[in-house]
């Protein structure tokens, strides 16, 4: 806040005058503690900025549709046709039957199920020290198999390619629409030394991760 430099008084030689702006301890308190946390968040900022770039990578794997089972079409009695290409792509479809009838047949009855798209992560993180920014980046630690929009993938790569890749996949998850599910993050790399991943802050980041997600350490 801007403060008013009291004026001195002409009379007393440059005493103060008692009618000019003075500091009240309460709002030099205010000042005080306003300032300690700026230049405290600048301080974070800065030792941040000068650690060395690392690089974390969120990878995401395709759904993979459902296999047709020829043996199961088969022991139904479907005669091959185009009716196979309908089921496998998912409709229910009117087959002719290999004794010339037609049956409805259901596209689960002939394809086997298929993966849904799923996410990992190859966590990247030497020292403690990047653990603030780790935290910040990828916020929740994927909680809710939702990675945060944060500007890059690791501390200090926010203009690397890896960075912009994995800022423009999370965009797109977004883009896919609210009934969309999000993927699963069903695997977590951590390449980090034995004292960063049991660092208390660590751990609570990677617990935010689904109970299904498995961890790999890779020290």
Known sequence: LPLKRPRHSHEDGGGADASSGSLE???????????????????SGAAAAALPPVVCYLGEVPETPGTFNIQKARE???????????????????????????????PEQVVMPGHPKVRFAIIDCPTKAYIPELVKRLAGGGAGDSWSSGSGAGAGCSDSASASASAQMIEESKQAGDDAAAPETVCVVHLSPVEVVEDDEYRKWADAFAPSAKHVLAH
């Not at 301890?25 to 301080?43: G, H, N, R």
């Not at 196979?84 to 004794?99: H, I, N, Q, V, Y």
């Open 25 to 43: 301890p309460s709002s030099a308190a205010a000042t005080s503690t306003a300032t300690a946390a700026t230049e405290a968040a600048e301080a």
């Open 76 to 106: 139904l009695g479907i005669r091959p046709g185009p009716g196979f290409a309908a089921l496998k792509a998912g409709r229910a479809t009117l087959c002719e039957m290999m004794d010339g009838t037609k049956k409805k047949i259901q």
